[in-house]
């Protein structure tokens, strides 16, 4: 009698799975033709028409003198800052709230849980007026500095630290005579490190994809991330003032490349995820 289910199971599972990996494909064929193959409206799922990705990726990289590499190494750069230095404040705030009392606690974690249920785009303008009576705009610290916090991260930390690190642990690394340094760094944070991985993970995404904050915060366009600046070659390619189809071309393995670091990162620090579950134990 469960078989059905479970062949239901397995169908809507495999359906889903086309659900989203059918885009991505189309990404991969439409990168490998030109452009005369990709408006051809034929194979639009299939390779047709030559392989062309060589030369598309030689264009991309070559474009208005390489511009694209350049907002390829800012993205690197906000996601790599943003994503470690917003993995840093939310391990150390939710190690905070979830093993130390103190006076106030309840109602800053509550603050921390209403302000997760604000859009990020509606905090966009109140921050670049922040930044711009700072004198921040247009600038890289515009961008950084608004991704070094994370409500959810730090909610997220708070609820893993307090399901992860058992108090009678921290309480005997203390009458060992370990400082709270100590104890957060060789103690704790080996037992976090599932829930810092993940933390780690969702910050560099999100600010590698941010779109709506570098673009309000940034005006010259040598600072822009990937989003910002394949959205302009967007616009070029519609007002056929950047090359009309070629452009195109370009765009689309644009965003082939500006999704292979990512796919990385998870393939690298998946195992991290494994590793750490059960780490240290009480008798």
């Known amino acids: 009698m469960t078989r059905p289910r479970h062949l239901w199971a397995k169908l809507l599972l495999l359906a889903m799975v086309c659900y989203f990996l059918v885009p991505v494909w189309w990404l991969v064929v439409a990168s490998t033709k030109n452009a005369e193959g990709l408006f051809s409206g034929k194979g639009a799922l299939w390779f047709a028409g030559g ?12 474009f208005n003198n390489g511009e694209y590499l350049r907002w390829l190494g800012n993205s690197a750069l906000y996601a ?12 150390l705030a939710g190690y905070g709230f979830a093993k130390f009392r103190f006076r106030g606690r309840n109602l800053v974690f509550a603050a921390v849980l209403g302000s997760v249920m604000v859009p990020l785009t509606a905090l966009v303008i109140p921050t670049f007026v922040l930044m711009s ?7 890289i610290w515009a961008v950084i500095l ?4 994370s409500p959810f991260a730090v909610y997220l930390m708070r609820v ?9 642990l921290l309480d005997a690394a203390r009458i060992d005579g370990a400082g709270e340094l100590r104890t957060f760094w060789q103690v704790a944070l080996p037992l976090m490190r599932p829930g810092v991985v993940t933390v780690l993970l969702l910050s560099v995404v999100s600010t590698w994809n941010n ?7 940034l005006s010259s366009s040598k600072l822009y991330p990937l989003t910002v600046g394949i959205g302009l070659w967007e616009q070029l390619a519609s007002s056929n003032n950047g090359g009309g189809q070629s452009l ?4 689309i393995v644009g965003s082939l490349v500006s999704i292979v670091p990512l796919i990385v990162a998870f393939l690298t620090l998946q195992k991290y995820w494994q590793g750490g579950l059960a780490v240290g134990s009480l008798k």
């Open 133 to 139: 009576n700072v004198g921040l705009t247009d600038t």
């Open 248 to 251: 195109w071309n370009l765009i």
């Open 80 to 91: 790599f800052a943003g994503g470690i230095g917003c993995t840093v404040v939310s391990v």
């Open 160 to 168: 893993y630290a307090s399901a992860s690190v058992p108090d009678e």
């Open 211 to 217: 779109f709506f904050l570098p673009l309000t915060m």
């Open 51 to 62: 392989f062309h990705l060589v030369d598309n990726l030689r264009d991309l990289f070559t």
């Open 146 to 149: 608004p991704s070094l916090l």
